[in-house]
């Protein structure tokens, strides 16, 4: 049962049912109370100011004392935890944070669990911080110099009880409410790939798949048992821009990332001649071939939300009618103060080709019709979070990126029925507040192959990401590689992780006797109904980091027949695994 809260500021402190949270709050910071939702009634955090600008940080208490964990942007695209104690702990770009406190002189006392949820107001986003006074800090931005203001009522959420995820499942639901800007992931609809094992042509090729190393993947997967029923072509397909290397220019490595999209259509790598020698739509050939003699039920194929990592090339041939001009990023100090990003070094030296957003609706229309006609059923939209810094003109970060959102979900509504898109790059809240419709993400930072210290890292990240980010979409927790010394760890964590299972194999290069533990003789997977989580032990310990303790996950399954060891499962279960690795 979950206790009702009492949120409430009493003589400059900030109490949750009786306990203190923040003490020293500010005159200026304002409780707003919230909806009920069930037995649980949240609380708004606000603050005003003397002047109007486009850029604020508000005080609202010292926070000591108290276990926490949050979820920051390391950089740009992707979040990951931190565990403290303190507001100093706080890092910049924090989106999520769940605070316990417990009552130390009486152990039979309930422990309280306190969820914070900086918000979208208007054409504002907030998000948490901590300073040197271990004051907790709300950053408030429009990320256009135009787009002002002095106040904000509804700029974090909090939300309080006594089971840790009930409270986070409840608040995100009080805010579906109040917000009316997204759905739960409850209420929207999942894409069939799910489950269904899968391939990805990613670390497989890179930018340099062709289609005869399409062909040649799925054939080496079939072969050994274990047949793709899922196909993502990635990075490599499209037609992107031929530049010159500028001797003269002042950043040159990453550059590639600058290249901007030349046409909707397929690039030469993918161009098959038939019968004849007659030219045909050469993706539509792949696809074709891989669903017709691989048995592929699903193919999605890789663009990112800008055209491409440097937006669409301005007036090039067939697409001068998107309007497209080069715009210069500016990100937000929060983002610089934690992890610089080669991408942005590039974009801010050649700028991106941004598509108007006034025609964003008809690219990813034409895009994506073109795409269905050649049979793909959905697309994986990367590089999302780069719009959040080209608001300057567009009314700002927020009004920019629900643009691009609500365009790009109305054209796979109208073009992929399956509700077709994986979602990559994308952890702002500018997005994630914004998605009525997107039913997958990208839960963290990619699979390095090459990286063995990134393997833990990774595995964690997506579970406690998943806090937050399952309450609004299916989490996906990227390939991996059936061949690889972490190979096992990854396949576990996938495992129990309601996810997707895809790998990006090399063909010929696979670990046959793993992948047929996850996948069945006809290609399909058994998936858990809901995303796997850290355990509540494991919330406020960081397994990746202290070098101690594994990492919990439990998660909830449901079937109508199942034995587990020599007992009977009833029709929902739930179930815990620990995984470690490299430590």
Do not use: W
């Given at each position: 049962m979950t206790v009702t809260p009492r949120i409430s500021i009493n003589d400059g402190n900030l109490v949750v049912h009786g306990k203190t949270i923040l003490t020293g709050v500010p005159d200026n910071i304002v409780l707003t109370p919230g909806s009920c939702v069930g037995l649980v009634a949240g609380t708004f955090i606000g603050a005003t100011a003397s002047d109007s600008k486009s850029h604020h940080v508000f005080s609202i208490g010292v926070l000591e004392g108290l276990q926490f964990m949050c979820c920051f942007r390391f950089k740009l695209w992707w979040m990951t935890q931190r565990m403290g104690t303190c507001g100093k702990d706080v890092p910049l770009e924090t989106q999520f944070m769940l605070v316990e406190s417990k009552e130390e002189d009486d152990p039979n006392a309930p422990t309280i669990y306190t969820v914070f949820l900086p918000l979208l107001e208007g054409q504002f986003r907030a998000v948490l911080q901590g300073n040197d006074k271990n004051e907790i800090e709300i950053c408030l931005e429009s990320g256009d110099n135009t787009v002002e203001t002095n106040r904000g009522l509804y700029l974090v959420y909090m939300h309080a009880g006594t089971n840790p995820f009930e409270v986070i499942n409840q608040a995100v639901k009080a805010l579906e409410k109040h917000m009316q800007t997204f759905l739960h992931q409850e209420k929207k609809k999942l894409p069939s790939f799910l489950d269904w094992f899968g391939w990805c042509t990613w670390d497989a090729f890179y930018t340099d798949v062709t289609a005869e190393g399409v062909e040649e993947g799925l054939k080496s997967l079939s072969e050994g048992g274990t047949p793709p029923r899922f196909l993502i072509i990635d990075d490599g397909w499209q037609q992107i821009e031929n530049k010159p290397k500028e001797s003269d220019c002042v950043v040159q490595e990453g550059a590639q990332f600058a290249s901007r999209l030349a046409g909707i259509k397929e690039n030469a790598k993918f161009q098959k001649n038939g019968q004849n020698n007659e030219q045909i739509l050469g993706l539509k050939h792949v696809v074709d071939e891989a669903k017709q003699h691989h048995n592929v039920k699903y193919v999605y194929v890789w663009h990112a939300l800008a055209g491409y990592w440097g937006g669409v090339k301005p007036a090039a041939a067939g697409m001068e009618?998107?309007?497209?001009?080069?715009?210069?990023?500016?990100?937000?100090?929060?983002?610089?103060?934690?992890?610089?990003?080669?991408?942005?070094?590039?974009?801010?030296?050649?700028?991106?080709?941004?598509?108007?957003?006034?025609?964003?609706?008809?690219?990813?229309?034409?895009?994506?019709?073109?795409?269905?006609?050649?049979?793909?059923?959905?697309?994986?939209?990367?590089?999302?979070?780069?719009?959040?810094?080209?608001g300057a003109g567009h009314g700002g970060r927020v009004s920019l990126t629900r643009s691009y959102v609500h365009a790009l979900e109305a054209s796979i509504a109208r073009n992929f029925p399956d509700n077709g898109c994986i979602a990559c790059m994308c952890h702002n809240t500018d997005g994630i507040y914004s998605t009525k419709q997107t039913a997958v993400v990208r839960a963290s930072d990619d699979f390095y192959p090459r990286d063995p210290a990134s393997h833990t890292i990774h595995i964690s990240s997506v579970a406690y990401n998943t806090l937050f980010l399952g309450e609004f979409m299916q989490p996906d927790w990227d390939m991996f590689h059936s061949l690889h010394p972490a190979a096992e760890y990854h396949a576990a964590a996938r495992a129990i992780g309601g996810c997707a299972i895809y790998v990006s194999d090399k063909p010929g290069n696979h670990n046959f006797d793993l992948l047929k533990k996850l996948v069945l003789h006809d290609g399909s997977v058994l998936r858990a109904q809901l995303p796997g989580r850290p355990t509540r032990d494991c919330l406020f310990a960081d397994p990746a980091r202290d070098g101690i303790r594994s990492v919990a996950f439990f998660l909830v399954a449901y079937c109508t027949s199942c034995v587990f060891g020599h007992a009977a499962l009833p029709t929902e279960f739930y179930f815990a695994a620990c995984l470690r690795y490299g430590m």
């Open positions: 009618h998107y309007d497209t001009a080069l715009a210069y990023p500016v990100q937000s100090p929060g983002v610089l103060g934690n992890q610089p990003d080669i991408v942005m070094d590039s974009l801010a030296v050649h700028g991106l080709g941004l598509v108007h957003p006034k025609k964003v609706f008809n690219f990813y229309n034409e895009l994506h019709t073109y795409l269905a006609s050649c049979g793909v059923d959905g697309v994986k939209v990367d590089v999302q979070n780069i719009i959040e810094t080209l």
